[in-house]
């Protein structure tokens, strides 16, 4: 079936750096990717939609510059945390779109940032 | 108030048993309405999606929408010990394929 290949699945990086995650559709093209954070005990939270070949959407309040997303090719987004800071960690998921009904979203298993 | 509402429970029910997860929603714009299932650091995985109001039957699930009362119930039959895991409400309007998710609701099914 469709899998979604998020990387890195653990990362821990110094206060100050940047850390790029990587989400890629294994099975299938996805013209649109999303990213998530999640809290712990806390719902997943919308950052942005990723769509290939165009700039992402951010929701409110989410910082662009902070958040870089690019989404180059049909089966790659990545999502880079830039000046990374302890606030920043976070369990960061993305899903990818099958199709056009949008009922068909595939989440990758999600990455640890841990900035210390 | 937020638009999804979840009881993040824990809820706890012995193997065998019915479950019964419930999300209440504010948007009567919601169309779309899924449920995914989280195992513990771990991305979700989609269980069911239901169109409007009605039911969705698969397997041991059932997903109910009562958009009337803006409530929707995802049921688990012959509960097994490895269905324990944290299950999300997911719901969108039509335009837009953004999902908005519930806190999610653990559920440990004991032996």
């Known amino acids: 079936g469709a899998v979604v290949s998020q990387h890195p699945s653990r990362v821990i990086c110094k206060s100050g750096t940047s850390v790029k995650i990587e989400c890629r559709s294994l099975?299938?093209?996805?013209?649109?990717m999303f990213w998530y954070r999640q809290f712990p005990k806390q719902s997943l939270m919308l950052m942005a939609t990723?769509?290939?070949?165009?700039?992402?959407?951010?929701e409110q309040g989410v910082e662009k510059d902070k958040f870089l997303i690019n989404h180059a090719s049909l089966t790659l987004s990545t999502l880079t945390v830039t000046s990374a800071h302890p606030e920043d960690s976070s369990f960061y998921i993305c899903?990818?779109?099958?199709?056009?009904?949008?009922?068909?979203?595939?989440f990758g298993e999600g990455s640890w940032l841990t900035v210390v | 108030q937020k638009e999804v509402e979840q009881d993040p429970g824990p809820l706890s029910v012995p193997e065998g048993a019915i479950v019964s997860l419930n999300c209440t929603y504010s948007?009567?714009?919601?169309?779309?309405f899924m449920w995914y299932r989280q195992y513990s650091r771990k991305g979700p995985e989609l269980l069911m999606y239901?169109?409007?109001?009605g039911n969705k039957e698969d397997g041991r699930f059932t997903a109910q929408v009562d958009k009337s009362s803006k409530y929707i119930s995802l049921f688990i039959r012959d509960s097994q010990p490895s269905d324990s895991a944290t299950y999300l409400c997911a719901m969108r309007a039509n335009s837009g394929y953004a999902l908005n998710f519930g806190k999610g609701t653990s559920l440990l099914v004991t032996p």
């Open positions: 899903s990818a779109l099958l199709g056009k009904d949008g009922n068909t979203i595939y």
């Open positions: 990723s769509n290939e070949g165009s700039k992402a959407t951010y």
């Open positions: 948007n009567s714009a919601f169309q779309y």
């Open positions: 239901t169109y409007s109001s």
């Open positions: 099975d299938f093209q996805a013209t649109t």
